[in-house]
T-cell receptor, first 112, second 114 residues
Framework: SQELEQSPQSLIVQEGKNLTINCTSS?????LYWYKQKYGEGLIFLMM?????EEKSHEKITAKLDEKKQQSSLHITASQPSHAGIYLC????????????FGTGTRLQVTL | NAGVTQTPKFRILKIGQSMTLQCTQD?????MYWYRQDPGMGLKLIYY???????DKGEVPNGYNVSRSTTEDFPLRLELAAPSQTSVYFC?????????????FGSGTQLSVL
């Protein structure tokens, strides 16, 4: 089983709709990172969460960390075609971020 | 700054051939990483390095070797290519001395072993 489970695995939403992607860890989290991958390209950093209850926003993307549940959610408001791609969560298990464990990814398509 | 540069972008190998995937960064980052991404899967860590002369195994190191003779370069070597090594390979780096800095990724190398 995966240490980091993401749900859903794939998502198709109509432009303008809201959506949520979840990332659940089976082990202790010291930090949780969200990345976006455009098809055929490398990963782009979105945001990092460290403390339980922490919430960060960037443009129309908001991420929260529930430390007790060892879970993070990524919420996109009023989705746009530019939001399409693969979203990956990464976890720091060492407390030093010397290496990250990544989830299986969520593939997002935004239709017109 | 170019960031993290990987070469080649695409490569097809025959079973048993060897090759080196190149990775270089111009940001003076101490930490460097090699990940592989199989279709429909997340990233798995192959090897990482916390500085020149220091390397360590990740989750899936079998069939690979690395070296870190300089801060800038972190090549990944496949000695006897196998079909199971068909994947997209990503190199990444991280700034020195800070626990919470983000990883910077290269654009990837798509490798097929036939």
């Amino acid at each position: 089983s995966q240490e980091l489970e993401q749900s859903p695995q794939s998502l198709i939403v109509q432009e303008g709709k809201n959506l949520t992607i979840n990332c659940t860890s089976s082990k202790t989290l010291y930090g949780l990172y969200w990345y976006k991958q455009k098809y055929g390209e490398g990963l782009i950093f979105l945001m990092m969460l460290q403390k339980g209850g922490e919430e960060k926003s960037h443009e129309k993307i908001t991420a929260k960390l529930d430390e007790k549940k060892q879970q993070s959610s990524l919420h996109i408001t009023a989705s746009q075609p530019s939001h399409a791609g693969i979203y990956l969560c990464g976890a720091d298990r060492t407390g030093t971020a010397s290496k990250l464990t990544f989830g299986t990814g969520t593939r997002l398509q935004v239709t017109l | 700054n170019a960031g993290v540069t990987q070469t080649p972008k695409f490569r097809i190998l025959k079973i048993g051939q060897s090759m080196t995937l190149q990775c270089t960064q111009d940001m003076n980052h101490n930490y460097m990483y090699w990940y592989r991404q199989d279709p429909g899967m997340g990233l798995k860590l192959i090897y990482y390095s916390v500085g020149a002369g220091i390397t360590d195994k990740g989750e899936v190191p079998n069939g690979y070797n690395v070296s870190r003779s300089t801060t800038e370069d972190f090549p990944l070597r496949l000695e006897l290519a196998a079909p199971s090594q068909t994947s997209v390979y990503f190199c990444a780096s991280k700034p020195p001395g800070t626990a919470n800095e983000k990883l910077f990724f290269g654009s990837g190398t798509q490798l097929s072993v036939l």
